[in-house]
């Protein structure tokens, strides 16, 4: 079974930054796609990032502040936090789409807490 463990979240004041890591079980290859999202309870997940390869994509709400990064060497994936707004409050978990068998594994999460 793949494991996703997230890590680095924490409470933060408006401006401020958190890099997050998610640790896999596994070997991350360059053709999976890894996102992070966020969840406020009662809301709808957002997508906040994902790349695959060399390719990155953002929703214009992130785009500047946020950037995603894996070191498939240590199997693990990031998402560098910057700027964070009041409203970037959530929680933050990552997923794994597995080209070799198209499978969906996704971590707990970490929560990120933006409040002066």
């Known amino acids: 079974q793949v494991q996703l463990v997230e890590s680095g979240g924490g409470l933060v004041q408006p401006g401020g930054s958190l890099k997050l890591t998610c640790s896999t079980s596994?070997?991350?290859?360059?053709?999976?796609?890894l996102t992070w999202f966020r969840q406020v309870p009662g809301k709808r997940s957002e997508m906040v990032a994902s790349?695959?390869?060399?390719?990155?994509a953002y929703p214009d709400f992130v785009k500047g502040r946020f950037t995603i990064s894996d070191d498939n060497d240590k199997n693990t994936i990031y998402l560098q936090l910057n700027n964070l707004q009041i409203e970037d409050t959530a929680l933050y978990y990552c997923?794994?789409?597995?080209?070799?068998?198209?499978?969906?594994?996704w971590g707990r999460g970490t929560q990120v807490t933006v409040s002066s």
């Open positions: 997923q794994l789409l597995r080209r070799s068998n198209q499978q969906n594994y």
């Open positions: 596994v070997k991350i290859s360059s053709s999976d796609t």
């Open positions: 790349i695959t390869g060399s390719y990155a």
